[in-house]
Each structure stands twice: as C-alpha cells, then as structure tokens.
C-alpha cells in the first residue's frame, strides 16, 4: 500500500485528485455565496419571523465556512456496484469522496459526501474479511492544507498484502499545535460502532488514555446531529466537561464538522443558581458526604416537611353563600398529592384548585352551575390562599440547605437513619450563614440547592448530553447531570483508572445508577492510537494499585526513545535540569506540556520567566510562536501534548489527601504524551515506577 507523492504531471491521479479537491472548494464557495445573497424580505410575515429566519441564515453560513488548513476531503471510495441500485453490464461502481461536510456542485451532484452518511461507513468498517462492496479505498495525506500524497487499498485483490496504513499513522501522530482536533479522517472500526449509536440507548465508554473516547463521543454528538437534527434542534444537546480549561481545548471540534449549536459547560456551570454563589470549599471528608446519594433522600424529606396537616376547615364566602370544606376532607387531599409523589411545587400549585373543585362539587349539589371562570375564582380567594399558604407554604431550594447546614436539630430530623452522628457534624457549618447571599457556599452545596429545586420543580431535559472526565463525579453529581437528560441520552466517557477525587466513582454500574441510566451499554476501548507503546507501559505499572480490575491498554503505536527518565542528584538542580529538558523539547516540532504538582508551579514559572521562556496556561490555545504550557497536575486531565516533561513524580503524589488518589493523578499526568515523556526527578520515584525504566 506505497503512499504516492505528488507529480507534475497533469495524467497523475493526484494531480486530478486536486483539481477536483480545488473544484470542491469551489463549489462550497458557490453554496456559501448562494445563502448570503438569499433575500427574506418577501417570505416573512413580521418581524419575530424574519429574525429567525435570519438566525438560521446566519449559521447556514457559518457552517459552510472553507477552513483552508482543514482538508475537505480525506478519502475515497470506489464501490464495486452502483449504491442503492442495480448496475448495467460493463458499467463501473460509484465513486465518493470522503469529508467533514457535503459539498454539491450547481446541478446538485455531490462533490464530497459528510463521513456520517450511511453510504460513507464503509470507509471506517470495510475490510478484506468484509470489503462491503468496495473495491477500493484511497486514504489522502495533507500538508498545510495542500493535499500531497494518496494511498490505496485494494480490498478485494487477494493479492496484495494488508498492510498498516502510513497515511493514517501520519495523521494520528502529526504534531498538535492549537486545540483538540477532530479525528474523522482515523475513526477506528470499533470507534465507528460507538459513534454511530443510536439515539435512544446511553451509551458508556472505558478507555484509557489515548483511545480516544473523548474524540468519539464528540464525533457521536456531530453523528446523532446528522441523523436526528429536527429532534435534537428542538430539544438541545450539551458537552459536560470537568472544567473550563478542558472545554477550551475541545471547542473547536464540533465546529469544524460543521456543528455550531451544541453547549458545552461544567457541571458547577449547570448547578449554578442565581443568588448563590460559590466562594467556599469543603474539607474532603464534607464533600464527600455531601456528595454522597443519601443527601437525596435527606432533602426530600426536608421538602416534604413544609407540609402541615390542615386541623381547620376552609370557609369560601361567595355573595351571600359560605361554603365549608372540613379539615378531614382537606386532609385527604393532601394526602392525594402526597401519595402522588408530585414535584413539590406542582403539587403547591395543585392544592388550590383541588380546594377550589370541592367547594364547586358542593355547589352543584346546592343546584348552582358554575364553570372554570368560577373554579379559578375560587382557588384565588383569600381563604383557599391562606389555607395553601399555612398547608402547603413555598419552599425556597437555597434557604433549605442553609437550613439543613446551620441548624444541627433540623439536620438531625431529616438525616435519621441515613447519616450517623459523625457524618452528621462534619457537614454541619461551624459558624452558621446569616442569608443566602452572606453563605460560603461550595461547589458541593450548589450541587445540593439544584438537587432540592428539582424537588421543588422539574429541571428541563434536553435531547442527548456528552459528559466526559464522568468517573470524578459525586453520586450527586451524577443526578444533576441525569436531570438533564431524563427524558433524553447520554453518552458516559472516562476511566476508571484516571478518577482523582476523594469521591470518584469505582464502577460504572454505580454512577449509571446514580445517573438515571442503569440499562446504559457500557464498552472499553483497549487499543490506543496516541499514547506511545513505551510510554504507556511505564504508566501502567500504576494500574495494580489504582485500578486493579482494569486491563492495561494496548497501544498500537511503538516508538523507541520516547520515555526517558533522568534522576538529578542535587535537589538544587532540579529547576534547571527541568529548564533544560524544554529547551530540549522546543527543539522539535509540536506542543510541549510541562507538568508538575500544583505546589511547585509557582517556583517553575519564576524560573521560566527568568530564563526568558514564555509559557501558555492550560486552555490556552499554542501556536507556532509559543509551545509551551505550564500544566498543574490538577488540570491536566484530558489535555495531550506532543512531548511532556513531568516533574518531580513524588510531589504529584504527595500532593493527594492519599496515596491511591496520588497515583491516579500521576497516572495523568504520565500519559499526557503523544511523542515523547520525560521524567525529571530528585527525590526517590514511587515504589511502582522504581523499576528500571523501558
């Protein structure tokens, strides 16, 4: 399978394969132009109409935007029949060029076919085992934009021989500069079956680093927007992930396939409440309760006691008549409502007009015919409204858990029987908050107040979420998220092995369950394309103690040279043997991490600075000019660079409430390379890596 590079010669098929690449662009310009020179002013009806059209309009546009580094296309098909039809003898199959978008000349013939169309699958699943109807596949190597180089496999000729592709290991292993980058051009088979999940099931995805799960669950969302775009544009999807620094890297993804509309945001981001806001923190043992499930079940029953049981009837004056509806007769009403199970503020709603129906009853029996005018005039006179008020009183979700955190007795009446004495003093405030506004509230707190306002009433659900880095969530982390989607999907991304909270999940079973998914398939993605095989290897000495259910990955990339781990003898040392190892890496072509424990950033960003090397944070987008990122171990979850230089490995672990915990951060950060890691050490590696090194 010889990659051919290009020629001069216009009989080259590469020279035709570019005419028809700069034909192609063409084409888009021409549909790009078509949407901008449509004139609406005749075909709405007012201006709400016309705005939204407009809209619309305006992201048809955008989504058709030529990204000139961006190939437009990445392979092609040559199928053996005609797709969908029966061919004429001596005529030859149909020919489609692969890419992110559809492109269509004027007469509406398609120049290039968007990766998601059925008749583009092949192109990730096809096989000598299973040719699916195509007699040849032709991969397109890029350089800058220009297209270079082509290779071909020809899978139904026995007589060539299977050969891994060079052009698809060129792409996996091409220097990242920039954000996150799509991988259309190098889905995996086993990839393109999560990918193209349907949109009813939850789909859960285990891999370790560098299978790219996060990849396929962002090219999943692009998928199920290609499949289900009415349903989805009417009920909204979102990309959940861990913090800002890492939904910076992926942003660009989904618009260079052409999608605009998807949100991403955090899950404090979608716990945020007006009001409230977030300036404390708690010790690990605090959040850990308060992350804990039970707290569910603590706060609906704090809801529920706001109800009091009605021990005086309710007298509706009308004109000259009074109605009476006895205590007894109320009761049961609420005790209806409360049977049902109803959101707390529906059913406070309901309570009036429930009131309101028996006082009519009462007055069909006294030969009146009222309506619903009447009923609803009912339900708003003064004494149904101070029954509700008194029976059923408006329940604030922000005042209850300042309730529930402050006053020990309160805590204690809701808490029996699921959280000890012990538990009970930990999440208590030492000094309690005198308001909503004055409160320190942490994240986990935030968590709580958006678990009892979906008690009070229902959170909106939308169409399909992607939640990534899932294995760091709380039980109540969970259910926040799963209130997004209740009525909608998911897709679960993360490993096990890479959970670095003291409340990070052991299994898969337990956060669907907590997530509202438990049908949800789960599967693990083994083979890696990012992480080199020496690398991951060395990482892997961890798994033992992290994670020891899981299997190692398999990396299919082995490249000599790219672990290397240097011991400095004198602690003194250690900065600018570090210093120097960046240099190294600047040397070569592509991005650099350098990592080290959240303690010692500050002392290598002054000797950084003093050396006179610029350096990015996490998020930051690098660029040719400026390559280099200064990583806190916390946040490097998810990021890749071409070359890491991690410091000082014991400090990473130390940093952790617990060894466990360490060695998973450590794990991290040990497999944030996709060229090269180097180790620069001083003090005595964990006992795990201590081995000799690969």
Known sequence: MPAHELESDTTDPLARERAHLAASRSALRAMREDAQALDIRDVTANWVNAAVLQAQIDERIKSLADLSHTPLFFGRLDYLHRVGGDLAEGAEGERFYIGRRHVHDSDGDPMVIDWRAPVSQPFYRASR??????????????????????????LTDPSEAEQTSKLLQAEIERPRVGPMRDIVATIQPEQDEIVRSGLGGTVCVQGGPGTGKTAVGLHRVAYLLYAHRERLAR??????????SFLHYIEQVLPALGELEVKQATVDDLVATAGVEVRGTDPADAAVVKGDARMAEVLRRAVRSHVTPPTEPVVVVRGSRRWRIPAYELEEIVNELLARDMRYGAAHEALPQRIAHAVLVRMEEAGEAPDDRVQNAVARNPAVKAAVKAIWPVV?????????????????????????????????WPKPARSVKTAKWSAADAVLIDEAGDLVARTHSLGHVVLDEAQDLSPMQYRAVGRRCTTGSATVLGDLAQGTTPWSTESWAQALHHLGKPDAVVEELTAGFRVPREVIAYASRLLPVISPDLAAVESVRESPGSLEVRRVADPAELDAAVLAECEVSLAREGSIGLIAADARIPVLAEALTAAGHAYLSPGEETSAESRLTLVPAS????????????????????????????????????????????????????????????
């Open 235 to 244: 009920t909204g999807t979102l990309v959940i992930g861990p913090n800002r």
């Open 396 to 428: 604030d979700p922000a005042k209850l858990v300042l309730r529930l955190l402050s006053d020990a007795e309160f805590l204690a009446a809701h808490a029996e029987g699921l959280l000890d004495e012990d538990e009970q003093k930990t999440i208590l």
């Open 635 to 694: 946040l490097a979850k998810g990021l890749e660079y071409d070359y890491v230089v991690l410091d000082e490995p014991s400090a990473v672990v130390d940093g952790e409430p617990d060894e466990r915990t360490g060695l998973r951060r450590l794990y991290v950060a040990l497999t944030r390379a996709v060229s090269g890691l180097t180790v620069v050490h001083s003090a005595e590696l964990p006992d795990q890596l201590a081995a000799p090194a690969i």
């Open 129 to 154: 085992k299973d040719p699916q109807d195509v007699g040849q596949r032709r991969r397109f190597g890029y350089t800058g934009g220009e297209l270079t180089a082509y290779e071909d496999e020809h």
